[in-house]
């Protein structure tokens, strides 16, 4: 390790010497861009994140002096993920720089696998907000490029973090919408209950204890996808929405532990079914006090 380390920092001292000597513009700052790509890799094999970041930016810098937009926005991205070992921020950063030089080569689709990079990170760290964000402008690169796997994976964590903060009609609209596209792909429509099953839930969430919301997304289901009214997904939240109806605390759970001994509820679908249950138990609460 600490002969990488030695040997990065005679390269980057070599860079720094090319820089301030003599020579043509374009050669000098091709010549250090060499010297700085060689010790940022020799850093990198010492696993010292913060000086391969350091030296990735020089290197950046000096692609740009010499006119190389795209080794100028690769630079900045080995930065990014040199940092993303040690400094999100500094990360983040240079993920910017990056994508905003792809966006000005019109190279859209490395722009959208970046910024979707910048959304991983904030969703590591539990900023669901600024994950959103990320992930929005990583989609609509996707979808002008036509690439509408990427766009939808993105746009289902979009709505997947807009429940968690309660946006609930933002989450049904995404979830409908990819449900749509689904119906129409050989590959995809498999997965259309599951996307409609969300859309449902987070219904369910945004009806606060009132089913009519609920009932009417279930008709509309059902003309989109005659096959729905067969599924279990379909079965589970008529039965939830026929609970909350009936102020049933018993019945919900019920049907709860039915569709879960068959298909495990995931982690998401469980918080935010515990929150139409905590609903429903306010409901009743509030009924008892005025009785």
Not at 66 to 80: L, N
Not at 243 to 266: C, N, W
Request: hydrophobic residues 35%; contains cysteine; charged residues 30%.
């Amino acid at each position: 390790m600490a002969d990488q380390i030695a040997k990065g920092e005679e390269f980057e001292r070599k860079a720094e010497k090319k820089l301030t000597g003599w020579g043509l513009f374009s050669s000098k700052y091709e010549d250090a861009a060499e010297l700085f790509d060689r010790a940022a890799n020799s850093f990198k094999l010492a696993k010292s994140w913060e000086k391969a970041g350091l030296v990735y930016v020089k290197l950046a810098n000096c692609h740009l002096k010499s006119d190389s937009q795209h080794e100028a926005a690769t630079a900045f991205a080995d930065a990014g993920h040199s940092y993303k070992k040690i400094n999100s921020k500094e990360s983040v950063s240079c993920l910017e720089q990056s994508v905003n030089l792809f966006m000005e080569m019109g190279r859209l689709n490395m722009a959208a696998r970046y910024y979707k990079e910048i959304a991983e990170i904030y969703e590591s760290e539990q900023n669901l907000e600024q994950a959103i964000v990320y992930y929005e402008r990583a989609a609509d690169l996707f979808q002008s490029e036509d690439v509408s796997t990427s766009a939808n994976q993105c746009r289902q964590k979009i709505a997947q973090f807009a429940a968690q903060l309660e946006q609930y009609q933002k989450s049904i609209e995404i979830y409908e919408d990819i449900a749509r596209q689904s119906l129409n792909n050989n590959l995809l429509k498999y997965g259309v209950k599951g996307h409609l099953l969300n859309a449902g839930i987070c219904q369910l969430c945004k009806g606060k204890g009132e089913t009519v919301a609920i009932n009417n997304a279930l008709e509309q289901y059902q003309d989109l996808d005659p096959t729905f009214s067969g599924t279990r997904e379909y079965r589970l939240l008529a039965d939830l929405a026929e609970a909350i109806d009936e102020e049933d605390i018993a019945k919900f759970t019920d049907a709860l532990k039915e569709y879960d001994s068959m298909t495990q509820l995931d982690a998401w679908k469980t918080t935010l079914l515990l929150r139409v249950k905590d609903m429903l138990k306010d409901k009743e609460l509030e009924e008892d006090d005025l009785t």
